[in-house]
Structures are given as C-alpha cells and as structure tokens.
T-cell receptor, first 112, second 112 residues
C-alpha cells in the first residue's frame, strides 16, 4: 500500500461549485500533513498545512481525521484559477530525520 | 527573491553520458531535497540532506549521487544516463524537516 493515496481525478466542475478531495495515509505515526498545488509544467507550491483541528484559509478548508487516517481539502466557490493538480503530502520520519511523502495528485479543472 | 534556483531547465542526454544538475538556495535552509516526477506520478525522493556534509538516500537513489559541501548548494550527479532517468527533477529546501518546502522550477531531462 502506498503511504499517501489520492483519487487522481480529473475533477471537472463548473465555476462556483464546491469540490472536495480526500487523501488517505498508511503510516499512523505520520504527524504532519500538507496540501500543495502544482500548475501544469510548474513546481509544487504550498497551499496550506493541515492541523489536527482543521484549518481554513478563505475558500479553502483542510481537515485531518486521524481515526480514519484521511485528510480532506474542500474548495468553495471554485474559480477558473483553481484549475491545477493538488498534492497531498505527509511527513514521514525515516530514521532520525523527516522527509515529505507526496501523493500522486488530484487534477482539478474548473470550467466556465 | 531568488529562492531555489535550478540549472539547466532543459537537457537532452545520450545513454551513458553523465551530467550534474545544479541547485542552489539563498534562504539559509538546512534541509535540501531532490525529487523526480514522472508523468502522472507523484514526486519521489531521490536524496536529501539535513545540513552541509550530511546526505542520505531517499526512495529512488540508484543511478544518482549527491554532495553537500555548502549550505547553499546541493548538486545531483547522474553518472551513466539511462532512458529510465527521463523525468522532471525538482530540487527543494526547507528550514527544518517537515516544514514548508520551497521548490525550484525543475529540470526536464530526456535520455535518448
């Protein structure tokens, strides 16, 4: 089983729609999670960190469910500019050091 | 703000050739990483470093070497290029393990 798994999509939604992505993780010891955004042929950029209590940043809400080992990202009032691939990322403590484990990403396409 | 700078942006190599992908960061980050991203796949960690003089293998280190003689620079060396190394390579850095990682713009490498 992959450490971080995501539905690859694509999710095709109209402008203004609400869309949710889920991500599951296999390492129950993982402590930190993130959502990154990657535009076509560009580098990944941090969208938001995911805290145990969940967090919200404008139209974006991220939540963590440790009991079920999944992370979610909710995007409200989708904009054309939200079209991108969203990467779920978990922190894996390998040995004495941490490194980030990326999911394959979920592609979102917002249409007019 | 330069951030993380990678060179070259594009390169075509013949099988068996060698090359070095350069990566430098000006944020005084201790942690640096090299990832590869194949089409439709997530980022896979090749090597990482937690400080000058310290490097460690990631998930897919075979065929690559790294060095970290300074805090700023983390070059990735391909000794005998193979078609399986055709990919997009991203260098990243973070102040600590598990915090936000900043990515370079990537190097698109094709081995023919």
């Amino acid at each position: 089983r992959k450490e971080v798994e995501q539905d690859p999509g694509p999710f095709n939604v109209p402008e203004g729609a609400t869309v949710a992505f889920n991500c599951t993780y296999s390492n129950s010891a993982s402590q930190s999670f993130f959502w990154y955004r990657q535009d076509c042929r560009k580098e990944p950029k941090l969208l938001m960190s995911v805290y145990s209590s969940g967090n919200e940043d404008g139209r974006f809400t991220a939540q963590l469910n440790r009991a079920s080992q999944y992370i979610s990202l909710l995007i409200r009032d989708s904009k054309l500019s939200d079209s991108a691939t969203y990467l779920c990322v978990g922190l894996n403590y390998g040995g004495s050091q941490g490194n980030l484990i990326f999911g394959k990403g979920t592609k979102l396409s917002v249409k007019p | 703000n330069a951030g993380v700078t990678q060179t070259p942006k594009f390169r075509i190599l013949k099988i068996g050739q060698s090359m070095t992908l350069q990566c430098t960061q000006d944020m005084n980050h201790n942690y640096m990483y090299w990832y590869r991203q194949d089409p439709g796949m997530g980022l896979k960690l090749i090597y990482y470093s937690v400080g000058a003089g310290i490097t460690d293998k990631g998930e897919v280190p075979n065929g690559y070497n790294v060095s970290r003689s300074t805090t700023e620079d983390f070059p990735l060396r391909l000794e005998l290029a193979a078609p399986s190394q055709t990919s997009v390579y991203f260098c990243a850095s973070s102040s600590q393990g598990g915090t936000e990682a900043f990515f370079g713009q990537g190097t698109r490498l094709t081995v023919v």
